[in-house]
């Protein structure tokens, strides 16, 4: 059980990136204490889906013992483990492996305890739980504590306590205390408010404060008999030279039973407060997670004192925190109590030792129960539950093999069952001074009954006991009972299933085979927890039984495997090799032919009749198991060279039995006895076991009832052949609407031609467009990210509806990215994107982006109606999208990087012949990746959203793409939140000299080499998951290996030791005036921290127009409202706003600050995606003219100055406006869609 538990990872943390879901440990608690006969309740947590807690309950009526432990672990750091943290392993006594101390070893203990109460009448209940987050967040604790659950007279929580009954601990709190004050040159202290000033000011008060609890709490029971305040680390300022802005102290408060965690966090920030109320400074206190509260149970009561008398431990308390609290709040009397020690907790290399495990189990379950030697000395009462267990047992057995086995062979097949008694059995007797009481050996296999039940085609369960003649019952070993029946019968194979792994070499490979002999001196040397069985299946084989077989019962079909095949899937263990590689004789070219029929249908192979294979059966050598051929290849000499040909393996045996390996090494063995010096090897593709390769086109248009289909597919250009071949779906963006999608048709075709010439039947597509440059600053802009929704359903609902087995999806504007990649992720079939390409600049190196600051430059009077004009008719050459490094280019870069599109698909020129062999590729890859049984599941990790926001981040790119990446993981399942942007850019710099911000288009950077060799320079600085799967069917690293560097003398992508920012530019801010999260672009250029008055605007179209006629002024902060996904509706851009700010030379003097979006051309202090949004009635909504605006992009704060009071009025005077619309798309996307901080998609809360 605890190597099953191990094996599952559970990591719980407050950090998304390595926080993992802990439903597989559950559903292997519940499953087998289903198979005790609890009754087992599964409580998914109502805000993470993702994790569950258990509550199994045995027994029925008041009062009862529950045994609680919780199921995640601490995060860790693989490469100080000297063992896989996930491979449960023994050593010198010890189990090591992630958990096995802390805390996953308490369940087997508890289950073992379980055991002993099965079939007897319980006066109470007893109840098992198992918990969620206990490491991170005691969400789990809280959860049941909401429910009432469970209830109960005793409660034990497992923790490493090393036996010790634990009846009190620490209450635990992180807290942290920020300083918000105002920068300034610091020449002139007056220039602002210094936090590190008012931050001495509270070390001071927290040193005292620390003392006074010191003074007025004492507890001698614990080691540290007094509260602590540990003050951890602070993080303050930017600059000597300015004054400092802002502080944070993060500090570990600890305090004894009986404190008020609450109460004393209340008096310690109105001591703060108090203290710096003259300096100026706002103060914030929170706490990282809700506080874990003390915990202290009653020294003298019976759990307590039973526990420590059972255990010979005496009653204690512990430094570290537990769900004590919460068990006790319910009612219970609790001690924290379990098997391992602490010491050995949250350290590399955790493990449990055995005797812990022991100790555990005989107080908990059976006291007069142990082993001598390897065999189990039985009691009464063991003999007791045996039985009981057994029999429950055999009865699920019944049923289920009656029915059949689910998803095998035998499904719905009638087998008759029998489940009776077939040994005879016969006390062990007094061993080395021990009476084995109950605890018997195989005295006789019936072995006459056994073979007429089986001459009947009945299957036999046998359980491990017996009975002596007369008439007591026994406690058998399984292992021996399984052994002598097997011998009885000289059976054909004799299985022995374990929790244990498989054996291993030196090189840590599987061991397939062995021989009796050859494990005769391992088996003298080891006494690890395979020995015992080993022996067993050595003794079977020599005494007659063909072979023996150890297999893990945690690999997933392993049964199936052992009874379907003849190689299995564990360590076999034979007397002679009964797999090997010999030359072929005629009698075995029918079994050639079996093996490479399938091969040369599927074109693998060259045909080859069965003539000529008799006329050249002495070239052949046949891979032979049992007696059945199962693979062949053939050495054609000439001389010093010879030919290898007709490599085959049959499908049933291609994975995981080494055959092939097997015939090339013995092809190499002959090819030099026949002094061959160079064997070579024609061929066109490489074998690689496929998955069904029609499996959504063959419902639609195989079979007579789907002729009516095929009907309607003959017009549109169907030959009878193509109704055989997979059918991918052409996804085109194609319109006249935007030049973005003006050439996507001609791409399109190219796509098709490369799907039917690699043998699908390619169908091609139209979904829709809009163009945000066109409709920028108009009502149309509503509809643009509406946009993104509506492309993203279309697809779906042609390539579900059309049956297509794959599809490629060629997108050029803005929303036409992200939308194919949103379709991509939800139907989950192979599929390839294709970027329509950038267009190239207009004269003087204009793009649309010169225009739109065109018109603020026209509006200041700085350009005339003729220069204007000039502009205007010469930005845009022709097709392709936008370019600089703005949404599209962006998205098309962060879609490479996510492994969705082919290698440098993102850096070509819309017109251009590599864009056009892109395409043509794409439909070829497609056909690929079906043949591989790929799909966007298998790139679209989290480890490749990462890879997405890195290349991001890198380029300098689109604030959208936070936006994007966002609704593209939730439509693949993947979480992902605006903090993972903030870890992530922590350590990425911004490296390519882009417009807008930069210098250089996107057409440039292609003249250099495109996007792989930044990437490239990324995977070398470990910046990039090298390992994450794309579409051509190899590895990011892979793609990447042949890559060259850039020009040495170009200046486009700037070197790692040299950025443009040191980290990202998309700067997730946080505060009062945006809760929920904000996103801003700050590339250095505009300065990283701005404090202005507010000037509000309702709607871009009023912003708009004060900034033209000049009522924006230096120093303002624009807000922009009720542009959100719901209250826009659409969420409009605000590229016209800040071209115009640029335009008008206010860059640096104003900050504009919306909860609509900004273009990817967007520049200045900008910051959008505000949420909550102001048609929810998010803070945004509350600011008036000249409130006060700060915001500090290195804290990463964005603050409204107004009392809380004040707003709290405010919001009391708040009124929802009426909306945009009550008809049509957008009022049906305003009703669907969601906060900006969750990629504002439209499917998230259906239900």
Same mark, same amino acid.
Not at 578 to 595: F, L, Q, S
Not at 861 to 876: F, Q, W
Not at 886 to 896: C, F, L, V
């Given at each position: 059980?605890?190597?099953?538990?191990?094996?599952?990872?559970?990591?719980?943390?407050?950090?998304?990136?390595?926080?993992?879901?802990?439903?597989?440990?559950?559903?292997?608690?519940?499953?087998?204490?289903?198979?005790? /006969?609890?009754? !087992?309740? =599964? %409580? +998914?947590?109502?805000?993470?889906?993702?994790? &569950?807690?258990?509550?199994?309950? #045995?027994?029925?009526?008041?009062?009862?013992?529950?045994?609680?432990?919780?199921?995640?672990?601490?995060?860790?750091?693989?490469?100080?483990?000297?063992?896989?943290?996930?491979?449960?392993?023994?050593?010198?006594?010890?189990?090591?492996?992630?958990?096995?101390?802390?805390?996953?070893?308490?369940?087997?203990?508890?289950?073992?305890?379980?055991?002993?109460?099965?079939?007897?009448?319980?006066?109470?209940?007893?109840?098992?739980?198992?918990?969620?987050?206990?490491?991170?967040?005691?969400?789990?604790?809280?959860?049941?504590?909401?429910?009432?659950?469970?209830?109960?007279?005793?409660?034990?929580? /497992?923790?490493? !306590?090393? =036996? %010790? +009954?634990?009846?009190?601990?620490?209450?635990? &709190?992180?807290?942290?205390?920020? #300083?918000?004050?105002?920068?300034?040159?610091?020449?002139?202290?007056?220039?602002?408010?210094?936090?590190?000033?008012?931050?001495?000011?509270?070390?001071?008060?927290?040193?005292?404060?620390?003392?006074?609890?010191?003074?007025?709490?004492?507890?001698?029971?614990?080691?540290?008999?007094?509260?602590?305040?540990?003050?951890?680390?602070?993080?303050?300022?930017?600059?000597?030279?300015?004054?400092?802005?802002?502080?944070?102290?993060?500090?570990?408060?600890?305090?004894?039973?009986?404190?008020?965690?609450?109460?004393?966090?209340?008096?310690?920030?109105?001591?703060?407060?108090?203290?710096?109320?003259?300096?100026?400074?706002?103060?914030?206190?929170?706490?990282?997670?809700?506080?874990?509260?003390?915990?202290?149970?009653?020294?003298?009561?019976?759990?307590?004192?039973?526990?420590?008398?059972?255990?010979?431990?005496?009653?204690?308390?512990?430094?570290?925190?537990?769900?004590?609290?919460?068990?006790?709040?319910?009612?219970?009397?609790?001690?924290?109590?379990?098997?391992?020690?602490?010491?050995?907790?949250?350290?590399?290399?955790?493990?449990?030792?055995?005797?812990?495990?022991?100790?555990?189990?005989?107080?908990?379950?059976?006291?007069?129960?142990?082993?001598?030697?390897?065999?189990?000395?039985?009691?009464?009462?063991?003999?007791?539950?045996?039985?009981?267990?057994?029999?429950?047992?055999?009865?699920?057995?019944?049923?289920?093999?009656?029915?059949?086995?689910?998803?095998?062979?035998?499904?719905?097949?009638?087998?008759?069952?029998?489940?009776?008694?077939?040994?005879?059995?016969?006390?062990?007797?007094?061993?080395?001074?021990?009476?084995?009481?109950?605890?018997?050996?195989?005295?006789?296999?019936?072995?006459?009954?056994?073979?007429?039940?089986?001459?009947?085609?009945?299957?036999?369960?046998?359980?491990?006991?017996?009975?002596?003649?007369?008439?007591?019952?026994?406690?058998?070993?399984?292992?021996?009972?399984?052994?002598?029946?097997?011998?009885?019968?000289?059976?054909?194979?004799?299985?022995?299933?374990?929790?244990?792994?498989?054996?291993?070499?030196?090189?840590?490979?599987?061991?397939?085979?062995?021989?009796?002999?050859?494990?005769?001196?391992?088996?003298?040397?080891?006494?690890?927890?395979?020995?015992?069985?080993?022996?067993?299946?050595?003794?079977?084989?020599?005494?007659?039984?063909?072979?023996?077989?150890?297999?893990?019962?945690?690999?997933?079909?392993?049964?199936?495997?052992?009874?379907?095949?003849?190689?299995?899937?564990?360590?076999?263990?034979?007397?002679?090799?009964?797999?090997?590689?010999?030359?072929?004789?005629?009698?075995?070219?029918?079994?050639?032919?079996?093996?490479?029929?399938?091969?040369?249908?599927?074109?693998?192979?060259?045909?080859?009749?069965?003539?000529?294979?008799?006329?050249?059966?002495?070239?052949?050598?046949?891979?032979?198991?049992?007696?059945?051929?199962?693979?062949?290849?053939?050495?054609?000499?000439?001389?010093?060279?010879?030919?290898?040909?007709?490599?085959?393996?049959?499908?049933?045996?291609?994975?995981?039995?080494?055959?092939?390996?097997?015939?090339?090494?013995?092809?190499?063995?002959?090819?030099?006895?026949?002094?061959?010096?160079?064997?070579?090897?024609?061929?066109?593709?490489?074998?690689?076991?496929?998955?069904?390769?029609?499996?959504?086109?063959?419902?639609?248009?195989?079979?007579?009832?789907?002729?009516?289909?095929?009907?309607?597919?003959?017009?549109?250009?169907?030959?009878?052949?193509?109704?055989?071949?997979?059918?991918?779906?052409?996804?085109?963006?194609?319109?006249?609407?935007?030049?973005?999608?003006?050439?996507?048709?001609?791409?399109?075709?190219?796509?098709?031609?490369?799907?039917?010439?690699?043998?699908?039947?390619?169908?091609?597509?139209?979904?829709?467009?809009?163009?945000?440059?066109?409709?920028?600053?108009?009502?149309?802009?509503?509809?643009?990210?509406?946009?993104?929704?509506?492309?993203?359903?279309?697809?779906?609902?042609?390539?579900?509806?059309?049956?297509?087995?794959?599809?490629?999806?060629?997108?050029?504007?803005?929303?036409?990215?992200?939308?194919?990649?949103?379709?991509?992720?939800?139907?989950?079939?192979?599929?390839?994107?294709?970027?329509?390409?950038?267009?190239?600049?207009?004269?003087?190196?204009?793009?649309?982006?010169?225009?739109?600051?065109?018109?603020?430059?026209?509006?200041?009077?700085?350009?005339?109606?003729?220069?204007?004009?000039?502009?205007?008719?010469?930005?845009?050459?022709?097709?392709?999208?936008?370019?600089?490094?703005?949404?599209?280019?962006?998205?098309?870069?962060?879609?490479?990087?996510?492994?969705?599109?082919?290698?440098?698909?993102?850096?070509?020129?819309?017109?251009?012949?590599?864009?056009?062999?892109?395409?043509?590729?794409?439909?070829?890859?497609?056909?690929?990746?079906?043949?591989?049984?790929?799909?966007?599941?298998?790139?679209?990790?989290?480890?490749?959203?990462?890879?997405?926001?890195?290349?991001?981040?890198?380029?300098?790119?689109?604030?959208?793409?936070?936006?994007?990446?966002?609704?593209?993981?939730?439509?693949?399942?993947?979480?992902?939140?605006?903090?993972?942007?903030?870890?992530?850019?922590?350590?990425?710099?911004?490296?390519?000299?882009?417009?807008?911000?930069?210098?250089?288009?996107?057409?440039?950077?292609?003249?250099?080499?495109?996007?792989?060799?930044?990437?490239?320079?990324?995977?070398?600085?470990?910046?990039?998951?090298?390992?994450?799967?794309?579409?051509?069917?190899?590895?990011?690293?892979?793609?990447?290996?042949?890559?060259?560097?850039?020009?040495?003398?170009?200046?486009?992508?700037?070197?790692?030791?040299?950025?443009?920012?040191?980290?990202?530019?998309?700067?997730?801010?946080?505060?009062?005036?945006?809760?929920?999260?904000?996103?801003?672009?700050?590339?250095?250029?505009?300065?990283?921290?701005?404090?202005?008055?507010?000037?509000?605007?309702?709607?871009?179209?009023?912003?708009?127009?004060?900034?033209?006629?000049?009522?924006?002024?230096?120093?303002?902060?624009?807000?922009?409202?009720?542009?959100?996904?719901?209250?826009?509706?659409?969420?409009?851009?605000?590229?016209?706003?800040?071209?115009?700010?640029?335009?008008?030379?206010?860059?640096?003097?104003?900050?504009?600050?919306?909860?609509?979006?900004?273009?990817?051309?967007?520049?200045?202090?900008?910051?959008?995606?505000?949420?909550?949004?102001?048609?929810?009635?998010?803070?945004?909504?509350?600011?008036?003219?000249?409130?006060?605006?700060?915001?500090?992009?290195?804290?990463?704060?964005?603050?409204?100055?107004?009392?809380?009071?004040?707003?709290?009025?405010?919001?009391?005077?708040?009124?929802?406006?009426?909306?945009?619309?009550?008809?049509?798309?957008?009022?049906?996307?305003?009703?669907?869609?969601?906060?900006?901080?969750?990629?504002?998609?439209?499917?998230?809360?259906?239900?």
């Amino acid at each position: 059980m605890l190597a099953t538990l191990v094996s599952e990872p559970s990591v719980s943390s407050l950090t998304p990136a390595i926080d993992r879901s802990n439903l597989r440990v559950i559903e292997h608690l519940a499953n087998w204490l289903d198979a005790l /006969g609890f009754d !087992t309740e =599964l %409580m +998914p947590l109502p805000d993470a889906p993702h994790k &569950a807690n258990l509550v199994a309950t #045995l027994g029925s009526g008041e009062g009862g013992l529950v045994l609680a432990g919780h199921t995640d672990t601490v995060p860790f750091d693989e490469t100080k483990w000297q063992t896989d943290p996930f491979t449960m392993t023994e050593k010198d006594n010890r189990l090591y492996g992630l958990g096995a101390c802390d805390m996953k070893g308490f369940f087997p203990v508890a289950l073992e305890a379980a055991t002993t109460f099965i079939d007897k009448k319980l006066t109470a209940p007893l109840t098992i739980v198992a918990t969620s987050d206990e490491e991170s967040s005691m969400a789990g604790a809280r959860y049941l504590v909401e429910g009432g659950k469970p209830k109960a007279s005793y409660g034990i929580i /497992g923790e490493p !306590t090393g =036996l %010790m +009954p634990v009846y009190a601990h620490k209450g635990i &709190a992180f807290i942290s205390i920020k #300083l918000q004050g105002a920068s300034g040159h610091s020449s002139n202290p007056d220039l602002g408010c210094n936090a590190l000033d008012s931050m001495h000011k509270v070390m001071s008060d927290l040193i005292a404060f620390r003392q006074e609890l010191a003074n007025d709490h004492i507890n001698p029971a614990f080691e540290v008999q007094v509260p602590t305040m540990n003050l951890g680390c602070m993080h303050a300022g930017d600059s000597p030279n300015r004054i400092c802005s802002h502080a944070e102290l993060q500090i570990d408060m600890r305090l004894l039973p009986g404190m008020d965690t609450n109460d004393t966090i209340k008096r310690l920030q109105e001591r703060l407060q108090k203290a710096i109320a003259q300096c100026g400074t706002a103060l914030t206190v929170t706490t990282q997670y809700p506080p874990v509260p003390p915990f202290e149970s009653d020294l003298q009561g019976d759990l307590v004192q039973t526990l420590a008398t059972h255990s010979g431990v005496a009653p204690g308390t512990v430094a570290f925190g537990t769900e004590g609290h919460f068990l006790q709040s319910l009612g219970m009397e609790t001690v924290v109590w379990g098997p391992g020690s602490i010491d050995q907790a949250h350290q590399p290399n955790e493990y449990l030792a055995r005797d812990q495990i022991g100790a555990a189990q005989i107080e908990l379950a059976l006291p007069e129960s142990f082993y001598h030697g390897h065999r189990r000395v039985t009691d009464e009462l063991a003999m007791s539950t045996i039985t009981a267990v057994n029999g429950q047992l055999r009865t699920r057995l019944e049923a289920l093999f009656s029915t059949g086995l689910p998803n095998s062979p035998l499904h719905k097949v009638d087998i008759p069952v029998i489940a009776g008694n077939f040994i005879t059995a016969q006390p062990m007797g007094i061993l080395d001074g021990v009476d084995h009481l109950f605890t018997g050996s195989v005295r006789r296999v019936e072995t006459r009954r056994i073979r007429n039940s089986l001459d009947g085609g009945a299957l036999i369960i046998q359980s491990p006991v017996g009975y002596s003649p007369s008439g007591q019952v026994f406690n058998l070993p399984a292992e021996e009972v399984a052994t002598e029946i097997a011998i009885a019968l000289q059976a054909d194979k004799l299985i022995f299933f374990d929790e244990v792994a498989h054996l291993r070499d030196e090189q840590g490979k599987r061991i397939s085979t062995v021989t009796p002999g050859s494990l005769d001196q391992a088996l003298a040397t080891t006494d690890d927890a395979n020995a015992t069985r080993l022996r067993y299946l050595q003794q079977a084989v020599r005494r007659g039984v063909t072979k023996s077989h150890l297999v893990p019962f945690t690999d997933d079909g392993a049964l199936l495997a052992e009874l379907f095949t003849a190689e299995g899937i564990g360590t076999q263990v034979v007397e002679q090799q009964h797999k090997g590689v010999r030359a072929a004789t005629r009698e075995d070219v029918a079994g050639i032919v079996e093996v490479i029929r399938p091969l040369e249908e599927s074109g693998a192979l060259v045909r080859r009749e069965r003539d000529r294979l008799e006329q050249e059966i002495d070239n052949f050598l046949v891979a032979e198991l049992d007696g059945i051929v199962v693979g062949c290849c053939a050495v054609y000499p000439y001389g010093a060279q010879a030919e290898l040909a007709c490599v085959g393996v049959h499908e049933n045996y291609q994975a995981g039995n080494g055959i092939g390996a097997r015939l090339l090494a013995a092809a190499e063995e002959t090819a030099r006895n026949n002094n061959v010096n160079t064997l070579f090897v024609l061929t066109t593709q490489t074998r690689i076991p496929m998955a069904d390769e029609r499996p959504y086109s063959s419902i639609v248009v195989d079979g007579v009832e789907q002729a009516p289909s095929r009907a309607m597919l003959y017009p549109v250009g169907f030959t009878e052949e193509d109704f055989k071949k997979p059918q991918i779906g052409i996804a085109s963006t194609w319109s006249m609407v935007t030049p973005c999608n003006m050439h996507i048709n001609a791409l399109a075709d190219e796509a098709v031609k490369g799907a039917d010439a690699a043998g699908a039947k390619a169908v091609l597509f139209n979904t829709i467009t809009v163009s945000d440059g066109i409709s920028m600053g108009t009502p149309g802009m509503r509809y643009s990210l509406a946009s993104r929704e509506v492309i993203a359903d279309s697809i779906e609902t042609v390539v579900g509806a059309q049956g297509f087995d794959g599809f490629v999806a060629i997108g050029g504007c803005d929303k036409n990215m992200p939308a194919c990649g949103i379709a991509i992720a939800r139907m989950n079939r192979p599929a390839v994107f294709v970027y329509g390409g950038t267009i190239m600049p207009g004269a003087e190196r204009r793009d649309v982006v010169s225009v739109f600051e065109a018109v603020g430059q026209h509006a200041a009077g700085n350009l005339s109606d003729i220069k204007l004009k000039e502009i205007e008719s010469t930005a845009i050459p022709g097709p392709g999208s936008c370019g600089g490094m703005y949404t599209a280019n962006t998205m098309a870069s962060a879609m490479e990087a996510l492994g969705l599109s082919l290698p440098n698909s993102s850096a070509q020129n819309a017109i251009s012949d590599a864009k056009k062999q892109d395409s043509y590729n794409a439909g070829a890859a497609v056909r690929n990746l079906i043949k591989l049984g790929l799909k966007p599941s298998d790139m679209l990790s989290r480890e490749a959203f990462e890879n997405a926001i890195t290349v991001t981040i890198a380029l300098e790119g689109s604030t959208n793409a936070v936006l994007h990446l966002l609704a593209i993981a939730h439509a693949a399942g993947i979480p992902l939140e605006l903090d993972d942007f903030t870890r992530v850019g922590a350590r990425v710099p911004v490296l390519a000299d882009m417009r807008p911000a930069g210098v250089y288009s996107m057409s440039e950077l292609i003249a250099i080499g495109g996007i792989q060799p930044l990437m490239k320079t990324l995977l070398n600085e470990g910046l990039l998951h090298g390992d994450c799967m794309t579409v051509t069917g190899k590895t990011l690293a892979e793609n990447l290996a042949g890559v060259a560097d850039y020009p040495s003398d170009q200046k486009i992508i700037r070197p790692m030791n040299n950025p443009i920012k040191k980290d990202s530019h998309l700067v997730i801010l946080r505060g009062n005036l945006a809760p929920e999260g904000a996103v801003a672009k700050i590339t250095g250029h505009e300065g990283l921290n701005f404090t202005g008055k507010a000037r509000c605007f309702h709607g871009e179209e009023a912003g708009m127009a004060a900034i033209m006629d000049g009522t924006v002024q230096a120093g303002d902060v624009v807000i922009i409202r009720y542009e959100g996904p719901k209250g826009g509706p659409g969420m409009r851009e605000m590229l016209s706003p800040t071209s115009a700010i640029n335009g008008r030379g206010l860059s640096d003097d104003v900050a504009l600050l919306t909860d609509g979006r900004f273009s990817g051309g967007s520049r200045g202090f900008v910051i959008g995606h505000v949420t909550p949004e102001a048609f929810e009635g998010g803070p945004i909504a509350l600011v008036e003219d000249g409130d006060q605006i700060t915001v500090d992009a290195e804290a990463k704060t964005v603050i409204l100055h107004v009392d809380d009071a004040t707003l709290e009025k405010r919001k009391s005077q708040w009124q929802r406006p009426a909306p945009y619309t009550t008809r049509g798309t957008l009022a049906k996307y305003a009703k669907l869609v969601t906060s900006a901080s969750e990629g504002a998609v439209t499917d998230k809360y259906l239900d």
